[in-house]
């Protein structure tokens, strides 16, 4: 066949990173359900257009690292990270719009250390820059994610919400090492 019409085969990432990219495609995949789940329950106009514009990235993002990752690599606990990512969008949105607001903060504040982390070892390597190329686009738009929720939050932080923004970071901490390794 000729070589125009044939992909040259992608190296083989090193373990660690393909379990982060494991981690990164099972996050994806949580949020997508974060914002079906938060338009499932929310009738905030603001909210759900905050949620639709939101949910329309995350897709790109997970089609995007899923491109990178054969569906044997993929984390066997995907259901978990649907189920988890709609209950973090749908619990926030039965208490109102800052909850959402504040819930995405927590969640994009601890993507963005992700993905630097990733980042920064992939240019310390100088290994695969096309992919880290796609990790800092996708960086991007979870910085503007976060900043977009911190500007829309009227909130007084009080002791339930704190614990839930708690919870959600702590949350996505143990996801991040349960999806690293399976
Ligand atoms: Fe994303
Ligand atoms: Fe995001």
């Given at each position: 066949?000729?070589?125009?019409?044939?992909?040259?085969?992608?190296?083989?990432?090193?373990?660690?990173?393909?379990?982060?990219?494991?981690?990164?495609?099972?996050?994806?995949?949580?949020?997508?359900?974060?914002?079906?789940?938060?338009?499932?329950v929310?009738?905030?106009?603001?909210?759900?257009?905050?949620?639709q514009?939101?949910?329309?990235?995350e897709?790109?993002?997970?089609?995007?690292?899923s491109?990178e990752?054969?569906v044997?690599?993929?984390?066997?606990?995907?259901?978990?990270?649907?189920?988890?990512?709609?209950?973090?969008?749908a619990?926030?949105?039965?208490?109102?719009?800052?909850?959402?607001?504040?819930?995405v903060?927590?969640?994009?504040?601890?993507v963005?250390?992700?993905?630097?982390?990733?980042?920064?070892?992939?240019?310390?390597?100088?290994?695969?820059?096309?992919?880290r190329?796609?990790?800092?686009?996708?960086?991007?738009?979870e910085?503007?994610?976060?900043?977009?929720?911190?500007?829309a939050d009227?909130?007084?932080?009080?002791a339930?919400l704190?614990?839930?923004?708690?919870?959600?970071?702590?949350g996505?901490?143990?996801?991040?090492?349960?999806?690293?390794?399976?």
């Amino acid at each position: 066949m000729n070589s125009f019409f044939t992909s040259k085969p992608k190296p083989e990432l090193p373990v660690w990173l393909q379990q982060d990219m494991r981690s990164n495609h099972a996050g994806e995949t949580g949020a997508v359900f974060i914002y079906r789940g938060v338009l499932a329950v929310s009738r905030d106009v603001q909210v759900r257009a905050f949620a639709q514009t939101h949910l329309e990235t995350e897709e790109k993002h997970l089609a995007l690292i899923s491109r990178e990752l054969s569906v044997s690599q993929r984390s066997v606990f995907l259901p978990l990270w649907k189920l988890a990512g709609y209950l973090t969008g749908a619990i926030p949105s039965l208490f109102g719009s800052n909850a959402v607001y504040a819930t995405v903060d927590a969640v994009e504040t601890f993507v963005d250390q992700h993905y630097l982390e990733q980042i920064e070892r992939l240019q310390q390597e100088d290994i695969f820059p096309e992919l880290r190329g796609l990790l800092e686009r996708c960086r991007e738009e979870e910085i503007i994610h976060r900043d977009e929720a911190r500007n829309a939050d009227r909130s007084d932080r009080n002791a339930l919400l704190l614990a839930w923004c708690w919870l959600i970071s702590a949350g996505s901490r143990a996801a991040v090492n349960l999806a690293r390794w399976r």
